[in-house]
C-alpha cells in the first residue's frame, strides 16, 4: 500500500516550526498565529504520520474494485455524450450496469458501495495559553452576536485527520444509469446528460474516522516515554528526556480537552495515571507495566470518539 506522505490533503494546516513571536492571537484577532511545535512533539511526528497512514490504509482496502470501475465508466459516458458519442456512452453505461450488478449479487444487503478515500487534515500549531484566549474570545463574539468575527477564529480550533469515503447508493444509482439509456437510444442526449450528471451526483459521503490529533501525539509520546522508564541505569539527560516527554504527553492530552475532543471526565483518569508513572520513574527508577492501564485508556478514548462521530 502506497503511503500518502506529503499528498495528504490539507484543508487548514498551520506550517510547522513557523516561529512568529510570543503565543498571541492575530492582531484582528479572528487567527491564531502558528507557533513552533516542542522537540519532543517534532521528534513523534514520524510516527503519528505512519499510524494516520495506516488507519487510511485500512479504508482503501474496503474499497470495491468494481465500484470504482462503475463509477470511472459512468464518467466515460457522460465525456463520450459530451463530444456527441452516444455508441461510446452506451459501451461505457452497459460496463457500469454490469459492475453494479455484480456488486449486488455478491452482497444484496450492501447500501454503499465506497469508491474513493478522502482525508483532510486541520491542524492548529499553538500552545494551551493561545488556545483558551481564542476559545474565549470566540465564546466573547458569539455572546456579543459577532457570528462573522467568530466563525475563522472557531475553524481554527481543530487537529484532527477526517477521514471521509464517496459511496454509490446502490438503491438509485443503477436505476438511475438505466434511466439514462433509453434517452440516448431517443436522441434525447441533452437530457442524458443531465440525468447522467445528477446520478453523479448522488454519491454519498460518509465521515469514516475523526482523528484527535494532540490524542495521537500524546500516544506516541507514551510510547517513547515507555521505552525509556524500562531502561535501567539512566543517564541523567534520558530522565530529563523521560520527563520532558511525559509532560508534552500531558500538554497534548490538555489541547485536546480544550479543542472539545471527547468527554473532559475521561481525561482525568489518564492525568492520574501520569502522575503515577512519575512516581515510579522518580529518582532514575524503572521498570515494566507502568503504562498499561494509560494506553488502554488511549486506545479506548480514540476508539470512542471514532464510533461517535
Do not use: W
Not at 30 to 38: K, N, V, W
Not at 85 to 90: H, Q, S, T
Not at 148 to 175: G, M, W
Not at 192 to 197: S, V, Y
Amino acid at each position: 500500500m502506497k503511503r500518502l506522505g506529503m499528498k495528504m490533503m490539507t484543508v487548514f494546516l498551520l506550517a510547522l516550526g513557523l516561529a512568529l513571536g510570543n503565543p498571541v492571537l492575530a492582531k484582528d484577532k479572528q487567527t491564531i498565529q502558528p507557533e513552533p511545535q516542542s522537540k519532543e512533539t517534532q521528534a513523534v511526528q514520524p510516527e503519528v504520520d505512519e499510524g494516520t497512514e495506516d488507519k487510511v490504509a485500512e479504508q482503501r482496502e474496503r474499497i470495491l474494485a468494481e465500484a470504482a470501475a462503475a463509477l470511472a465508466e459512468s464518467r466515460k459516458a457522460l465525456k463520450a455524450l459530451d463530444e456527441n458519442k452516444p455508441e461510446d456512452a452506451l459501451k461505457a453505461l452497459e460496463l457500469v450496469t454490469g459492475k453494479l450488478a455484480l456488486i449486488v449479487a455478491r452482497d444484496p444487503g450492501l447500501a454503499l458501495a465506497p469508491v474513493n478515500v478522502r482525508v483532510n487534515s486541520y491542524d492548529v500549531y499553538a500552545d494551551l495559553e493561545t488556545i483558551e484566549e481564542a476559545v474565549k474570545q470566540a465564546e466573547d463574539y458569539l455572546e456579543d452576536g459577532e457570528v462573522q468575527k467568530a466563525r475563522p477564529l472557531v475553524a481554527s480550533l481543530a487537529s484532527e485527520i477526517v477521514i471521509e469515503t464517496d459511496n454509490i447508493p446502490l438503491a438509485t444509482y443503477p436505476d438511475a444509469i438505466k434511466d439514462v439509456v433509453p434517452l440516448i437510444d431517443q436522441g434525447k442526449i441533452d437530457e442524458a446528460k443531465r440525468d447522467l450528471q445528477l446520478a453523479l451526483n448522488t454519491l454519498v459521503i460518509v465521515k469514516e474516522a475523526v482523528i484527535p490529533l494532540p490524542v495521537v501525539r500524546a500516544e506516541a509520546l507514551l510510547k517513547s516515554s515507555e521505552e525509556l522508564a524500562e531502561k535501567q541505569d539512566r543517564s541523567d539527560e534520558e530522565n530529563k528526556q523521560l520527563s520532558a516527554h511525559l509532560d508534552e504527553a500531558q500538554n497534548q492530552l490538555e489541547i485536546a480537552k480544550l479543542l472539545g475532543y471527547g468527554d473532559k471526565k475521561a481525561f482525568k483518569p489518564m492525568y492520574e495515571q501520569l502522575d503515577e508513572i512519575r512516581k515510579k520513574t522518580k529518582d532514575g527508577k524503572s521498570g515494566e507495566g507502568f503504562f498499561d492501564k494509560i494506553k488502554k485508556q488511549i486506545s479506548n478514548f480514540l476508539a470512542d470518539e471514532q464510533k461517535a462521530e
